[in-house]
């Protein structure tokens, strides 16, 4: 595909359920990030990955999220037992040699 | 510890006006700055990217610059058209890996 992508493009879960959330890169960017945007707010770093490590999982705000990359390719979010402060934008982002992020359209998650 | 700010939150302007939008940040070492433009519901598209060592890029009605010393960048906008109207978002890098978002200005060109 041209651009990142991700799926679901929304997602409404009942509160304390597990939700996964994907991000496919663009073709041969190894470098893959993960961000939360809550309404009227400013993005949140939330974790980054250098091929298949993620380096630095400091942005992650609680250890009910965990994500993991396999095949320097597609990466999953994880929401463990979500709640209600959860309901966000997940936005994924890739960036290969170059240093411009490329964003997908994100996934809206709802947490009833 | 990296804090991004951007002024003023919202801007609402007629059209045609050219227009500046400013992003602070507190910490000069950064790897580079990036300007986004986010539409409504929408996921971000990337305006410009100013490396550390660059002083400027221009892209169209768009220019950006840096001025890594003072902890400033400017994006303005030339000619400002109802097609503008967005929130605009500065990002800086500050190493290799993580990136620090500004909280935006949301951009209204009037017609």
């Known amino acids: 595909g041209a651009g990142v992508s991700q799926s679901p493009s929304n997602k409404v879960t009942e509160k304390g359920k597990d939700v996964e959330l994907r991000c496919d890169p663009i073709?041969?960017?190894?470098?893959l990030y993960w961000y939360r945007q809550s309404l009227g707010q400013g993005l949140e770093f939330l974790i980054y990955?250098?091929?298949?490590?993620?380096?630095?999982k400091s942005g992650l705000p609680s250890d009910r999220f965990s994500a993991e990359r396999t095949g320097g390719s597609v990466s999953t979010l994880t929401i463990q037992r979500t709640q209600q402060e959860d309901s966000a934008v997940y936005l994924c982002?890739?960036?290969?040699?170059?240093?411009?992020?490329?964003f997908g359209p994100g996934t809206r998650l709802t947490v009833t | 510890k990296q804090e991004v700010t951007q002024i003023p939150a919202a801007l609402s302007v007629p059209e045609g006006e050219n227009l500046v939008l400013n992003c602070s940040f507190t910490?000069?070492?950064?790897?580079?700055l990036q300007w986004f433009r986010q539409d409504p519901g929408k996921g971000l598209t990337s305006l410009l990217l100013?490396?550390?060592?660059?002083r400027e890029q221009t892209s169209g009605r768009l220019n950006a610059s840096l001025d890594k010393s003072s902890g400033r960048s400017t994006l303005y906008i030339a000619a400002s058209q109802p097609g503008d109207s967005a929130t605009y978002l500065c990002a800086v890098r500050p190493g290799y890996d993580k990136v620090i978002f500004g909280p935006g200005t949301s951009l209204s060109v009037i017609p």
């Open positions: 990955f250098q091929g298949n490590s993620a380096p630095d």
């Open positions: 100013i490396q550390s060592s660059q």
């Open positions: 982002a890739s960036r290969g040699r170059g240093n411009e992020q490329y």
């Open positions: 910490d000069s070492a950064i790897y580079n």
């Open positions: 073709s041969g960017h190894t470098a």
